[in-house]
């Protein structure tokens, strides 16, 4: 878990650099929408590395996961000077390996604030002028780049230098992982052992302080010994505690190392001696208090907080006992923590600032607890306003992108001048689909009816263009109903979507009923392909229109179109070839304002029995057609003959009575 700090950082220097939008669609990306981030409040760990990876796929930069999370670890540096945290890294020591070597330290005084912080260990394992080995400990994994940044940025910051870093060594543990950095720097401030040696033997002539001064001064140390058995305790301790039971016990059985993250061994001890450590209490026995309503509260709380009391301080080996004294306090931050403990104030180390902490903890908890509270509650606040925010957007954007197409309205809101939107487009079918007999529907119903219905077929109509990547135009009065695929997304399979479309809607219309007479709907539709110009016009009510031949050409086939049937032109016919779809010849029309024009019935999709049985009855149709024709023409040539024969007798006649 982490806290909301590291994530707040992320948050302001992305919006800085590439802008709220982009943050929107990262949050978006990470399932996190309308999120707001608190500073003391607890996150999961993952949400770092998921937003490192929806930048990489929100930004178009060529960057990897390993490339973000070294940017956050950088951000992290520079946000929190905000907080007035700078201060505490400026004054962690002189020069930059006082601070690596102090970044452990650093960790604790922030517990404080952030009690809940599971901090990672460092550990300078060997230097030299020109830099130092690091390692690195932590519970969480994924996060080396994100470390790698926030040293960078501190030695930038704080130190004015530049730091080259390399990784050697890098394990994934059962617990987190360990790795460790090779710093390069110029590490100048850095003393020699020999050096060090010299300056030791300044403290070869004090005298050693007696054992009871020493426990007094430090009344809750342990001393152990090379086998890790407890040989002595401070005076504190052994009132706190049952003395005899942890004395002759294995510490590393009695207490669970937390703090550094590392083996519990006197080898490991040895070489940490720098370090905070950080032990917890296990299987324990504490001593009975005789006041019974710290009795009473000592055995409601015993195993949920006994257990889990920590001593925090330093392992500091002693060369006149051959052991190693941990030099500890119990870590308590306010009453409660002591009386849920069964600790006095008076069991706290005069020497230290224990009591001062605990008792400015207890007059200041109250105010920070309710300063939270307050803060949560706004943030609380805040996501439902951001929510209904995001709800009425949508809804907005949806009534925009009903009337405009998507990719136009997104060019619209950039501030882009509508007359940059018009287009020519090569290759684009148009459907014009009409309801069949509604002008008499409008004649004889009510002016209610008249709208339930029409509203009724369009709704459906409109649900079946979501199935389909097509662009409903408009909707006229008189019940034309103007589709268009391939504008203005150009596609390729315009023609395709656009015939599916039509099929779809003359069968909806089958189910649909004539609110005067109680009968079926019969939709009308024609289609045709070509080339049109797209743009938006208007700006009190901007519209995106269609203009060209191929609207008017299809409104022709439209209207040269029979009840149930879809007709095609020529050019669409051609576009549909070879696509699943079965078109058959109707003939050549002669169409209004176009000329003889070569046209098809759009019948079906290949291989469906309703397909089949449309072509069965065009050819029936086309037969009885053909029947009926040469009937007539049979008669009319009858006819004329008959006329021929009578012209020729009148004709003979007139020519004998002349003579």
């Given at each position: ?16 650099k590439?802008?709220?939008?982009h ?12 999120i ?51 201060q505490?890294v400026?004054?962690?020591g ?8 102090g ?71 059962t ?207 805040i ?10 957007r949508n ?66 109509f ?13 909707t ?181 009575f002349?003579?």
């Amino acid at each position: 878990m982490m806290y909301g700090l590291l994530l707040e950082s992320i948050q302001h220097y992305i919006i800085e650099k590439y802008g709220r939008d982009h943050w929107n669609k990262i949050l978006e990306h990470v399932q996190q929408k309308n999120i707001v981030f608190t500073t003391h409040q607890i996150y999961t760990d993952d949400l770092v590395k998921r937003i490192a990876k929806g930048c990489c796929h929100v930004f178009n930069e060529q960057k990897r996961e390993d490339d973000y999370m070294l940017f956050f670890g950088q951000c992290f540096v520079k946000f929190f000077n905000h907080c007035g945290y700078d201060q505490i890294v400026r004054l962690q020591g002189r020069h930059f390996r006082d601070f690596l070597h102090g970044i452990d330290n650093l960790h604790e005084m922030m517990r404080y604030s952030y009690p809940r912080m599971v901090s990672p260990s460092f550990l300078v394992q060997s230097e030299d002028r020109y830099g130092c080995v690091l390692s690195y400990r932590s519970k969480r994994t994924g996060f080396k780049n994100y470390v790698a940044g926030q040293l960078a940025q501190c030695a930038k910051m704080f130190y004015d230098i530049d730091i080259e870093l390399e990784i050697l060594l890098e394990e994934l543990l059962t617990t987190g992982c360990n790795v460790t950095f090779r710093i390069n720097f110029d590490n100048s401030a850095y003393c020699t052992p020999l050096q060090a040696s010299v300056l030791n033997n300044f403290f070869d002539d004090i005298e050693y302080i007696s054992n009871e001064l020493f426990f007094k001064v430090f009344p809750f140390s342990i001393v152990f010994n090379k086998d890790m058995v407890v040989t002595m305790t401070g005076d504190r301790m052994s009132k706190w505690l049952d003395t005899n039971d942890l004395i002759g016990s294995y510490i590393d059985v009695r207490f669970k190392l937390r703090r550094p993250i590392l083996e519990f061994t006197w080898e490991s001890i040895i070489t940490h001696q720098t370090v905070v450590f950080e032990l917890q209490c296990a299987n324990l026995t504490p001593r009975r208090h005789s006041i019974a309503s710290i009795m009473t509260s000592f055995k409601e709380n015993f195993l949920t907080s006994k257990h889990k009391l920590i001593f925090r301080g330093q392992m500091r080996y002693i060369p006149c006992w051959d052991a190693i004294a941990f030099l500890c306090n119990p870590l308590v931050g306010s009453l409660d923590d002591m009386r849920r403990v069964g600790l006095y104030i008076n069991d706290l180390n005069l020497f230290d600032c224990s009591r001062d902490i605990v008792l400015n903890g207890w007059q200041y908890a109250s105010q920070l607890e309710f300063s939270l509270e307050q803060q949560q509650d706004k943030s609380k606040l805040i996501e439902e306003t951001m929510e209904k925010q995001e709800e009425w957007r949508n809804k907005s954007e949806a009534l925009l992108y009903s009337m405009i197409p998507r990719t136009i309205a997104e060019r619209l809101k950039r501030g882009e001048d509508p007359v940059k939107t018009c287009e020519m487009f090569d290759q684009v079918t148009i459907l014009f689909s009409y309801i069949v007999d509604f002008t008499d529907i409008c004649a004889e119903a009510s002016a209610m009816q008249i709208v339930k219905c029409i509203n009724a077929v369009f709704t459906c109509f409109d649900a079946v263009v979501d199935k389909y990547d097509v662009f409903k135009v408009e909707t006229l009065g008189d019940a034309v109903y103007m589709v268009a695929g391939g504008v203005p997304d150009r596609n390729e399979n315009h023609a395709v979507n656009v015939a599916g479309l039509a099929i779809e809607l003359v069968e909806k219309a089958a189910s649909l009923t004539d609110p005067v007479s109680g009968d079926n709907l019969q939709l009308r539709a024609g289609m045709h392909t070509g080339s049109v110009v797209g743009g938006i016009v208007g700006k009190r009510m901007p519209q995106y229109c269609l203009f060209g031949d191929t609207v008017n050409t299809a409104s022709r086939m439209q209207s040269y179109s029979e009840p149930g049937r879809i007709h095609l032109s020529e050019p669409c016919h051609e576009c549909l070839r070879g696509k699943g779809f079965t078109t058959v010849f109707r003939g050549t029309l002669n169409v209004k304002g176009k000329g003889e024009m070569n046209t098809y019935w759009l019948a079906g999709r290949d291989g469906e029995k309703r397909t089949k049985v449309i072509c069965e009855l065009l050819k029936t149709e086309k037969a009885k057609k053909m029947k009926t024709q040469y009937r007539i023409k049979t008669k009319s040539k009858a006819k004329t003959c008959a006329q021929k024969d009578k012209f020729q007798f009148l004709r003979r006649c007139s020519r004998k009575f002349l003579r």
